[in-house]
């Protein structure tokens, strides 16, 4: 029988350390709060600020967006070889299930998390799991691994260090590959401190060593193993994961039995693309030249060999993916994960990371991903919670148009839920500006308005949102440039 | 941009709001490409370039304010506006809505692809025809690249040659000139707080900098910076740059306004 996790003990303590927003929590409630009011406690807590100088900080010293020289061909292959796999996705798959098997792996296809969930639950129930050591996986926050396992008796342990901070105060990760960006090493410590019953400081080094040792036993005692994937190669059946702490060499070698969780998209085409891939994943995502670790699994332990699990298993998981395929958004499949463009957008970092963003993945690939993959109907507004500056496309590694996408989704958006009084109120407005004389009449109008006192305009409907927390501008002047004109024009 | 001979008759496009609410951005540009010795054209029938339905998800209205733009500007040999994000929508915007099965057509994609190369920022047709303009004005200003003209348009070198030309002006880079101010069209009235919270990130840069101005070619931005600065944000005059290079002009002239329009003018 396997003794609970060490690492979670006293985790219980932490949970009223901090009062953490709603829409943090790693339960999403099935329907959400409008997303303006949401952003706007989110831009108001305290944290946020530090937060959003913390990512701009970091967008500006790893130089996100600028790809100089050799980079840029390095972009131009990765874009490329995403696309290469994405042509022939179902074939990859094949040959990544054969080669898989062929490595002495088992292959579960999932077409959603209920059949994901449920293959887990036949393994870990068969072996008796009682716990379970992890390391990062995004896919599992997508199907809420954790809550199921858990609701079957296995405890989870997250073996990222930032996920780790993360689980313990029970918050979803607030970014792709750095889940605690939204915390000071303060919080950290304070949460630490609470596990410990003492105090730890808040010295990194300290805090990190104490990570490592409550860990340490849970590796030894785990009953499986559960990681995500980076990118599994279809010629070999290869799966790459990538790690800066070491924990996916510990997930998937000490445990007897190594669930790897991936969505489709994430198989890559052949071995030699990871010479591409794997670079320009550290480097969009941690500004890395190459990660501290890159562990490669290719199967589970051999005859003659010291260490590996016994089992071996593969969840495939689609979850929507394969409607992408195809569309306008198929590129969004292209995404590695990285999290660069969530560093790069101004937004992200003004709301305070990728809580506010209701679901699991926030910022520019989330508001793409999220409408086109999540059933709750609130989430199709995400392409929204954007200023569509740009940033995230230049950020990105493998060239996804993003903000090109958030302005279709928006289309899309529309398409499916404008009234027919909103359609005919744009198009009489688009008929009015086109016409010479609708315009004139809105020059007019505006030039009349603009003896209103400030106090007036700021209530007028047109004033919107924008009177909470600017001056109105001036349209005393309204015109001004077709006053004196030399000539009628040609039109 | 490969810089031929400086077009004689261009079309000014002053963007739906320089005309309704910067008319200095407007009737600055008009004031520079005159003291060109350039012709400049302003269409009556101008009026917005559609951009703000296209990003709100209304591809038909933004359709229709297109094909109108394209009817007043098509003609000419050359259109210059004082909004990055406007011509952006022109470069950028136009094509992707003629490629839509829905509204676009492949007549529009043509019109498109005749009319975009002719279309010009303001700073880029400067940048590249006005090296011999006098401008000269004493002060130190910031720039705020806007985002669709810096990665839409793909322009950030103009405006700092154009800036460059001006005797006694100090351009400071600020750290964040880069960085998005919040304004993003409807974005800005659909979350006011975030969007004021960015720009507050923005002018607090701009005002820890000690500038005369902040400047920049996007009179979006600017109403957004100015307005959130009026009321309660951090303390910053902005000013349109063709406003700015308009008085650099005066300035140049001499108060009394006898100077020289222009010194010589290379045969380009």
Known sequence: ?491 | MTAGPMPRRVALFASCAADLAMAPAATGAKRLLEALGVEVDVPAGQSCCGQVALNSGHREPAATLARHWLDTFAGYEAVVSPSGSCVSTVHHGYPRLAAEESVGSSRMAERVAATAPRTYELTQFLATWGADLALELPARVGWHDSCHMLRMLGEKQSPRTVLGRVRGLTLHELENAESCCGFGGTFATKFPELSCAMGDAKLGAAAAADLDYLVSADPGCLLHLGGRSRAGGPEVPVIHVAELLSRALDHARGQDGHGETLVERSTA
């Not at chain 1, 040792?213 to 785990?222: I, K, M, T």
């Not at chain 1, 506010?356 to 609130?378: H, K, Q």
Request: aromatic share 4%; glycine share 8%.
């Open chain 1, 1 to 491: 029988m396997s003794p609970r996790s060490s690492a979670l003990a006293g985790a219980e303590r932490v949970g009223t350390d901090r009062e953490r927003p709603e829409y943090a929590s790693t339960h999403i409630p099935p329907h959400r709060r409008p997303l303006p009011l949401m952003v706007a406690d989110a831009v108001h807590r305290p944290e946020t600020e530090t937060t959003r100088a913390r990512l701009s900080l970091r967008t500006r010293e790893w130089d996100i967006g600028r790809w100089p020289g050799a980079r840029a061909e390095q972009r131009e292959r990765a874009a490329y070889l995403r696309r290469r796999t994405l042509a022939d996705l179902e074939g990859n798959l094949a040959r990544l299930t054969e080669n898989i098997e062929a490595n002495g792996g088992v292959v579960h296809r999932a077409k959603d998390a209920a059949e994901a969930l449920a293959a887990i639950e036949r393994i870990v129930t068969r072996r008796q799991a009682q716990l379970a050591v992890k390391s990062k996986s995004m896919v599992s926050e997508e199907i809420h691994l954790n809550d199921h396992l858990t609701g079957l008796g296995v405890e989870v342990v997250e073996t990222d260090l930032g996920e780790y901070i993360v689980q313990i105060a029970d918050e979803r990760p607030a970014h792709i590959v750095a889940p605690a960006v939204h915390l000071s090493r303060t919080d950290v410590g304070r949460r630490f401190s609470a596990i410990a019953g003492r105090d730890l400081g808040d010295d990194p080094d300290d805090l990190a060593a104490f990570a490592r040792e409550q860990l340490r036993e849970d590796f030894r005692n785990a009953d499986v193993g559960i990681s995500g994937v980076n990118f599994a190669v279809a010629e070999t059946g290869t799966l790459a994961l990538v790690t800066n702490e070491g924990n996916a060499d510990m997930v998937t070698s000490q445990p007897p039995v190594h669930i790897a969780v991936m969505t489709l998209e994430k198989v890559v085409q052949e071995f030699a693309d990871l010479e591409t891939l794997l670079p320009i994943l550290s480097k969009a995502g941690a500004n890395q030249e190459i990660t501290v670790y890159q562990t490669l699994v290719n199967g589970p332990r051999r005859e003659g060999e010291t260490d590996g699990p016994e089992e071996l298993h593969v969840v495939i998981l689609d979850g929507g993916r394969s409607d992408i395929v195809g569309t306008r958004y198929e590129e969004a499949l292209a995404c590695i994960r990285c999290g660069a463009c969530q560093t790069a957008c101004p937004v992200f970092g003004a709301v305070g990371g990728g809580h506010a963003y209701g679901n699991v993945y926030g910022g520019p690939i989330g508001a793409v991903i999220t409408p086109l993959l999540s059933d709750r109907p609130e989430d199709r507004d995400l392409p929204y919670l954007s200023s569509l500056c740009g940033a995230c496309g230049d950020a990105c590694p493998v060239k996804i148009p993003l903000p090109d996408m958030l302005v279709d989704l928006r289309a899309d958006y529309q398409e499916e839920t404008a009234s027919p009084a909103t359609r005919a109120a744009w198009r009489a407005w688009a008929r009015t500006w086109a016409s010479r004389a609708g315009f004139a009449a809105t020059i007019a109008g505006a030039r009349a308005s603009a003896v209103l006192p400030e106090r007036v305009l700021r209530r007028l409907p047109m004033a919107g949102g924008w009177a909470r927390g600017r001056s109105m501008p001036s349209t005393k002047d309204a015109g001004q440039m077709r006053r004196r004109r030399r000539d009628g024009g040609r039109r």
